[in-house]
């Protein structure tokens, strides 16, 4: 989840609403937030540099030489990317009935609904173990209902049992949830 500070940060910076915002993947939230802040430590290494060579150029001499990374260190680095992009996209899936769904990424708006079902407490406690199998269900619910808006829960939970069985082949049951 975001916090009230990187929405802000978002509101400012993009001019974004809230309501926008609150329907963009957290994985695309999180990645730009990232961008943001690496542009933003860019920009204020670049004015530390210019008064680090100034520095540079009155204490230097013959017998000491001293570069601007020697006073400020070196340029910040991006940020890892949490998720490859591959990872964010749609995902389709088929159930064991035979059916296919296309999954959204998850949202804010989807984590909202999440909390309003599972309560604050429940849900961060959930959430830091792995998630017992109406929360998976339900995840998969939202994630399926932006592109399906008919699809009930016992039809997500086809989704959530096939999605069982790929656990049993390497893949993990709450990598749905690992997005945010």
């Known amino acids: 989840?975001?916090?009230?500070?990187e929405i802000a940060l978002l509101i400012t910076e993009t001019g974004w609403t809230l309501e926008y915002?609150?329907?963009?993947p957290l994985l695309h939230l999180r990645n730009l937030l990232n961008e943001i802040s690496y542009r933003r430590a860019v920009e204020v290494y670049q004015s530390r540099?210019?008064?680090a060579m100034i520095v540079c150029a009155l204490i230097n001499s013959r017998e000491s030489h001293h570069s601007p990374e020697d006073i400020i260190g070196h340029l910040p680095e991006r940020r890892d990317i949490l998720m490859s992009l591959e990872q964010s996209q749609q995902k389709t899936v088929t159930t064991s009935s035979g059916k296919t769904y296309t999954l959204s990424s998850l949202t804010i708006n989807m984590m909202c609904e999440l909390q309003?079902?599972?309560?604050?407490?429940e849900m961060a406690e959930l959430l830091s173990k792995k998630p017992d199998f109406e929360m998976v269900r339900m995840i998969y619910y939202l994630r399926a209902k932006k592109n399906?808006?008919?699809i009930t829960l016992e039809e997500a939970g086809e989704i959530t049992?096939?999605?069982i069985e790929k656990e049993e082949t390497g893949e993990r049951i709450d990598s749905s949830i690992k997005q945010v």
């Open 49 to 51: 540099y210019n008064s």
């Open 161 to 163: 049992a096939l999605s």
């Open 148 to 150: 399906h808006p008919d």
């Open 116 to 121: 309003q079902k599972f309560g604050k407490t």
């Open 21 to 24: 915002i609150r329907d963009q």
């Open 1 to 5: 989840m975001m916090n009230d500070a």
